[in-house]
T-cell receptor, first 116, second 113 residues
Framework: GAGVSQTPSNKVTEKGKYVELRCDPISGHTALYWYRQSLGQGPEFLIYFQGTGAADDSGLPNDRFFAVRPEGSVSTLKIQRTERGDSAVYLC??????????????FGNGTRLTVT | AQKITQTQPGMFVQEKEAVTLDCTYDTSDPSYGLFWYKQPSSGEMIFLIYQGSYDQQNATEGRYSLNFQKARKSANLVISASQLGDSAMYFCATSGGYQKVTFGIGTKLQVIP
């Protein structure tokens, strides 16, 4: 079946602009995660949804970052007033249940965001 | 709070040999999971293996095995019979209960022909 789909694959934007990154998880997966990965680093947790609600948003760096999952499927990560330091690969992952139960994360190919 | 430590920034292994990638973890949760992921240069993250904290036996998946030593808080990945396609970044990760997954900084493995 289809895997996790992320669009766009690449996004170049100017400093101060607003961007939206989309994630379409595997059908039936209730848990959805957003991570950010900078060059040479491991994935950094941003936010985790169980169904429609954000179960843990402790990784969002500041109030410029926001994510939604209104129908419990597709999720959008929104970044306002982008800064050059936001440049990274944004990874989305989904799992059948939450990770603590041993259900592995299935990752998309990521969106590479470049803020100029 | 959860923390993963991977102390080997880079490793080399001869093709067909076995290699061990180190991972130590710290968590306050009594029940937790340990995971290894592979990230080739293409960027995709590929799940390799899972170990639950209460599992009695070490997990194995084909050429991958997880050497779980609970008292030492270590979860090393062993890759047997290395192949050229094993060259990639490898990330150890942990989760507790129904919480977020925390990743280490990774180890870059290069397999030499």
């Amino acid at each position: 079946g289809a895997g996790v789909s992320q669009t766009p694959s690449n996004k170049v934007t100017e400093k101060g602009k607003y961007v939206e990154l989309r994630c379409d998880p595997i059908s039936g997966h209730t848990a959805l995660y957003w991570y950010r990965q900078s060059l040479g680093q491991g994935p950094e947790f941003l936010i985790y949804f169980q169904g429609t609600g954000a179960a843990d948003d402790s990784g969002l760096p500041n109030d410029r970052f926001f994510a939604v999952r209104p129908e419990g499927s597709v999720s959008t990560l929104k970044i306002q007033r982008t800064e050059r330091g936001d440049s990274a690969v944004y990874l989305c992952a989904s799992s059948l249940t939450s990770q603590g139960a041993g259900s592995p994360l299935h990752f998309g190919n990521g969106t590479r965001l470049t803020v100029t | 709070a959860q923390k993963i430590t991977q102390t080997q920034p880079g490793m080399f292994v001869q093709e067909k040999e076995a290699v061990t990638l180190d991972c130590t973890y710290d968590t306050s949760d009594p029940s937790y999971g340990l995971f290894w992921y592979k990230q080739p240069s293409s960027g995709e993250m590929i799940f390799l293996i899972y170990q639950g904290s209460y599992d009695q036996q070490n997990a194995t998946e084909g050429r991958y095995s997880l050497n779980f030593q609970k008292a030492r808080k270590s979860a090393n990945l062993v890759i047997s019979a290395s192949q050229l396609g094993d060259s990639a970044m490898y990330f150890c990760a942990t989760s507790g209960g129904y919480q977020k997954v925390t990743f280490g900084i990774g180890t870059k493995l290069q397999v030499i022909p």
